[in-house]
């Protein structure tokens, strides 16, 4: 059942989040993968491609291609940059000959709770993590890749969580990539919806499938002395 | 009643210089941090979830529906022309008039000629989004009518002088306390317990005297049924039915993409249309209107006209890949959903269609002036996962922002020069690894010196109102090449930073 992987990890987890990465390893070898991490691998374009910048984003697109060319598996612990792959890089390479490329990449490339349950049929990899948590269901994985059930079946899956549910756990983050700073205050006002929803399940931790999401909603948990703590769901299946 | 006004400003601020963009900000930021309207918002949104939710449950298959009522706009759009002479003819055949307008002045105009030259003192509307679009109602009163909204959430707006809020629920944004209020100071009767039977009760007895007074009654279209050749209005006040068969004149206004190719497309369309704007199962009136009284008819308008609006709309036409825009049937489903509706409101947009539709809409038909409004999304999705024609609305908000940068828009050059360099970055891993190391070490110098979220923090847009990132001192990529590339399956690769 040994997998051959390579890792996509989102440029933003390199250089801001790496522990994410370094739990997405530990899960996907304690599983009994083979994971390989491309070394020159950067970023998916995705920024350029939500502000509009297409033509800069297709070279980035273009050069994930060929870094990925012999991959495997592709495996993204980011609902997002996974989005970017397999939904977005066949329309913004639509006119060249890389398209069809693409879409067979995008088919070959899964965020890491879509590759644990749906490729490897597990819901139990092993963890144990002694905390109440809730889930937010982060945009991208779940209207884009569809994944509303697959975090959370893992969830389950874990000894000793406690899984509370959150209202309007389908309602956005407010993140948005360059969204987040070009308009701050709605981003915020979003943001604060979000971690009142949080708060009011009495939760020591809140998860997602998406990074960057968890960066935003941290922010203002942070800044508001909240008790919960954002936790990617990577960081809870690697614990124990 | 005063004139309405389409761009309401609080009384006492000086008109500003400022560009939509910039008031756009502006008034979103105000409005997000306003708690008392997050919380009326929230409220009145959570009912409507639920009334929603219960409404796609009654529904055998939603997404059926949703598929079949895409595929009849489908057809009506690709065969506008079609349709609309079909429509037309009918019309005609039945001794109805129909004006072509190519824009809002020419549908005002032809409404406003046909009101002096008939004698017209007073108007009743019902609701019409496409009346807010062209500003019809300013200029009826500018030649001297009286213009009654008579939808109850507009009659409301209308008396506080302000534009719709929503375009299903104008006043949505206020609650009962606020409306007394306003009925006491603009009606001058008091309703000391706000109580919202009496509240209706009073705007009704106004309403009624409106609606005998009057001499032509102006109406919006759900749907004009090509084959049948009429024009299905629904409300659920019966404020349409009255509207269009007291008064002599009946005038129908609404945008040419309303059209659909069959009557029994209602047997879908109108079911859906009230699950998504309301989560009834059908709205409570649903008119149908062809022509004028005929002589054997006791009762109904003795003239009938239909304004057909293009206003921009032939050009989202011409857009093959935009196209589809013009499935929507305004049913407000997106605007609900919308987390950012729900935290700036329905003002702040300050065009006629709020909230997702409007964000895609509003560029296309004014320009790009609003292209602000296509970044103005955290491109969630949601808006697209409820729309009952299955308009792809975030697809198309990424679209518009790809036309508006590759048509050079406005303020996008120091963006252009960004993005440029961050494209030589990302092409070269080097570079790319370099530039983090800076970025990371650099910020953890000005964190560390207490700056985070000041002038001196490149980051502060993120980190004024968000606890700043903690930055680790080394990448995956470097951790990846000295500890965890050779490491054994099974081995831990845990441990911290």
Known sequence: ?240 | MSTMSNNPTPAGETPSALTAAQKFLRDAATKSADLVHREIIRKNMDSYDAAHNRGRARIKDWEAARRKCQEIKREAINNLDKYLLQFEQKVLERGGHVFWAANGDEACAYIKDLAIGRGVKTVVKSKSMVTEEMHLAPVLEAAGMRVWETDLGEFIVQLRNEAPYHIVTPAMHLDRNQIRDLFREKLGEDIPDADPQKLVALARRKLREAFFAAEMGISGANFLVADAGVVAITTNEGNGRLSTSLPRIHVAVTGIEKVIPRLEDLGTLWPVLATSGTGQPITTYSTLVGGPKRADEADGPEEFHVVLLDNGRSGLLANAEEREVLHCIRCGACLNICPVYRNIGGHTYNTTYPGPIGSVLTPHLRGSEFQHLSYASSLCGACTSVCPVNINLHHHLLHNRRDFTKAGGAKTGGERTQFKLWRTAMLHPRLYALGGWMMRHSLRLVYGMGLAGTALDPMRAWSRKRRPVTLPAQSFRARWKKELSKSDQGRSAGGSK
């Open chain 1, 1 to 240: 059942m040994a997998r051959k992987i390579s890792l996509f990890i989102p440029c933003f987890v390199d250089q801001l989040q790496p522990q994410v990465a370094v739990d997405t390893v530990k899960v996907l070898r304690r599983i009994g993968c083979e994971v390989d991490f491309p070394a020159d691998q950067t970023c998916c374009g995705q920024p350029a491609f939500n502000t509009g910048f297409w033509d800069e984003a297709r070279p980035c697109a273009e050069r994930f291609l060929r870094v990925f060319k012999d991959a495997e598996v592709i495996v993204c612990p980011s609902g997002s940059c996974a989005t970017m792959v397999r939904v977005f890089y066949p329309e913004l390479l639509a006119s060249g000959t890389a398209h069809d490329e693409a879409a067979a990449l995008g088919k070959r490339t899964f965020e890491l709770s879509e590759f644990l349950v749906k490729v490897m049929g597990l819901t139990d990899v092993g963890a144990t993590f002694q905390h109440t948590v809730t889930y937010h269901a982060s945009c991208h994985g779940l209207r884009e890749l569809k994944l509303r059930n697959e975090p959370l079946q893992l969830l389950r899956g874990v000894k000793g969580l406690k899984l509370v549910d959150m209202l309007r756990l389908e309602e956005c983050c407010g993140f948005g990539g360059t969204f987040a700073t070009k308009f701050e205050s709605i981003s915020v006002a979003m943001g604060e919806s979000k971690c009142d929803s949080v708060a009011v399940t009495g939760a020591e931790y809140v998860t997602a499938i998406d990074p960057s999401c968890l960066m935003h909603v941290q922010g203002i948990l942070g800044r508001r002395k909240d008790r919960a703590k954002a936790i990617h769901l990577a960081s809870i299946l690697a614990s124990g």
